[in-house]
């Protein structure tokens, strides 16, 4: 049986987003290793019967001899599994994943963009040379006849293709890592009593400056002097080892400013979802945003910035409001209209409970996958 290796930088990553890929190479008839830093869900991922091996990496490390030494164990990874196809998820497993695999000669990489991060949204001078770095690494990696680009948007196509990492005839594009939509089933929103109950807007996500939550904010400053009845609730944690994080004492100020409510990282994401009318994430560029499929697939209409894979899920005025970029007037109006809305909250939440079901649940994604993976198979 060929064997296909995932390389992912860490287990709860895998276990969150690519289950569906690797049960997808397992109906191509691929024995599914995982590689990755091994904590919390190591146990979780072989009682699926995928076999794991740790990696020694820091995603967040930016210390060179860390990261050479990331590396290194990883050919050392590859050459003792010696994979047919290794399966290489986000930046630093595609630059490293690429190395070892040239090295371990392996006859087939899939190399995922999930989304492009902050080396390729930030204006900043740091990012900048780095992504200048990185551009022509990529290109290396992603040179062999037989690796395969995989991209969540049409614009990470096209500017991976502009950019020379891959060519269109070698790149797929997947919408999103697959959603099982039996764990997120569309429900009926809550009733709305005024004043006491108000409509609820939902913002799943990490604390992040670049998923828009400055500009929300200031949204909610309109929106309270409008004095519009809407609840603002922020679910996740800040990221440390990412430099958008947003301070706790800084969220923390929000929630005493009476703007918005911050409940940190949370489990029940479904059940949260269920209690909402409104799903909002103005990021500045995703893949796919997984928060929106879920809000999707719950039966909830969408609010987001017009940006980078947001507009591939979001049809304006079909299941969701597409702003204008970064602009907050729209964002606070979007906000208003659909609190103060009711058949057009349900019209559009349904219309996006449609969509997954047709083209981002597991099933669809698992085929499409298998499909790619079956291709890739040693003759």
């Known amino acids: 049986m060929p064997k296909l290796l995932f390389t992912v930088t860490e287990d709860w990553a895998f276990w969150s987003h690519r289950l569906p890929s690797a049960f997808a190479a397992r109906d191509a008839g691929y024995d599914v290793v995982v590689a990755a830093r091994m904590a919390n869900h190591r146990q979780r991922i072989e009682a699926l019967g995928f076999r794991t091996v740790n990696w020694a990496i820091k995603r967040e490390s930016q210390n060179p001899f860390s990261e050479l030494a990331a590396l290194f164990d990883l050919i050392r990874i590859y050459r003792l599994e010696r994979p047919d196809v290794s399966y290489h998820v986000a930046l630093k497993s595609i630059l490293y994943g690429s190395i070892a695999a040239r090295i371990a000669k392996v006859g087939a990489t899939v190399n995922l963009f999930s989304g492009l991060g902050i080396v390729f949204i930030s204006q900043a001078p740091k990012f900048r040379l780095i992504r200048a770095l990185v551009t022509p690494l990529l290109r290396w990696a992603l040179k062999p006849a037989r690796t395969r680009l995989q991209v969540q948007n049409s614009d990470d196509r096209a500017l991976l293709n502009s950019l020379g990492v891959s060519t269109p005839e070698r790149t797929d594009l997947v919408p999103g890592s697959g959603l099982d939509i039996e764990n997120f089933p569309e429900t009926p929103e809550p009733p709305i009593r005024l004043p006491q109950s108000p409509p609820v807007a939902v913002l799943v996500a990490r604390m992040l400056w670049d998923k828009g939550i400055g500009e929300l904010v200031q949204a909610a400053h309109i929106l309270k002097q409008r004095g519009v009845p809407l609840r603002l609730v922020l ?145």
């Open 235 to 379: 679910v996740g944690n800040p990221d440390p080892a990412n430099p958008a994080s947003i301070p706790e004492a800084q969220l923390k100020a929000w929630q005493d400013e009476g703007l918005l409510e911050w409940w940190g990282r949370r489990e029940d994401v479904a059940d949260i979802l269920a209690q909402s009318h409104i799903a909002v994430l103005p990021s500045y560029r995703e893949g796919m945003p997984r928060s929106l499929l879920e809000a999707a697939s719950i039966g909830r209409p969408l609010v987001a910035f017009d940006a980078v894979g947001c507009r591939d899920l979001i049809r304006s005025g079909e299941n969701g409001v597409l702003v204008p970029f970064k602009d907050v007037p729209a964002l606070a109006d979007a906000l208003e209209t659909l609190a103060t809305d009711a058949p057009l909250r349900l019209r559009l939440g349904h219309q996006a409970r449609l969509d997954i079901e047709r083209t981002y649940s597991a099933d669809a994604i698992r085929a499409h996958i298998a499909h790619i993976l079956t291709s890739l198979k040693p003759k």
